[in-house]
């Protein structure tokens, strides 16, 4: 029998090879799709800006399909993933479609697969109710205690569990793809090759189990890090701001 970890040959090889070709270009895609969100809600504040509700409604039915799109690209990556893995050459002719059609499905009855782009919605959604409305809750929220932005809700751990380093400061930063937890490449990787095959995640509290290839830098991650840095240094300078306001009136 074969190792697991041999090179892969033939027909399967180039299979592997053409789903990472096809992953990568997903991911691309999905990228450019998440930063027209971003500039599409920048947009929408201007428009709230100036009241003109007609314009931030079409900017909305805009992230709204925009969103499907991506929840779309994100089965076909999931799909294109598993068949470049799990592909062994038949006697009979692979039926591709079917089987892709199969791997789709499966990817999108998959509860543990939580859409990350419905909260870029949200994320444009809360931008246009703080403009007019901060320190406020959005409708349908009015229990909740602490106002977060959609990316402090993307990012659900504020440090890597295993090297205490905060998110910005990783050198590669990967996230589970089951609970949505991130960690440091190097040090979840070697988490998991020093235990058992599967082994829970190392958030306190979190009951989900991780595997090794569901753990990786999804698309998303880089600019969520990205913003989380911006909105740091937004905050550390209005704090300066405010103490030496008090300062002053001291």
């Known amino acids: 029998m074969a190792s697991a970890s041999a090179p892969r040959s033939g027909v399967q090889g180039r299979i592997a090879s053409a789903a990472s070709t096809l992953v990568a270009e997903n991911q691309t895609l999905i990228a450019e799709i998440r930063k027209a969100t971003v500039m599409m809600k920048e947009v929408g504040v201007d428009f709230e800006k100036d009241n003109d509700s007609d314009m931030v409604k079409q900017l909305e039915d805009g992230v709204v399909n925009l969103v499907k799109a991506s929840d779309e690209c994100t089965h076909l990556k999931s799909g294109i993933q598993s068949i470049g893995k799990d592909y062994q050459p038949a006697a009979e002719l692979t039926n591709f479609s079917k089987l892709f059609d199969k791997k789709i499905k499966r990817s999108k009855a998959d509860v543990s697969s939580i859409s990350?782009?419905?909260?870029w919605l949200r994320q444009f959604r809360e931008a246009i109710w703080v403009f007019h409305h901060e320190g406020q809750p959005m409708p349908g929220e009015e229990q909740e205690d602490i106002?977060?932005?959609?990316?402090e809700c993307t990012i659900l751990n504020a440090t890597c569990p295993l090297t205490g380093k905060p998110i910005t400061e990783l050198a590669e930063p990967v996230r589970s793809m089951d609970c949505k937890h991130i960690y440091e490449k190097k040090a979840i990787m070697q988490h998991l090759r020093t235990r058992a095959t599967q082994i829970r995640c190392p958030v306190l509290a979190c009951p989900k189990k991780l595997v090794a290839d569901r753990v990786d830098c999804d698309p998303f991650l880089l600019m969520e890090i990205d913003e989380m840095r911006s909105l740091n240094a937004q905050r550390a300078?209005?704090?300066v701001i405010e103490d030496f306001t008090q300062l002053e009136q001291d």
């Open 237 to 239: 300078t209005a704090g």
């Open 116 to 119: 990350q782009s419905q909260l």
């Open 147 to 151: 106002i977060m932005t959609s990316t």
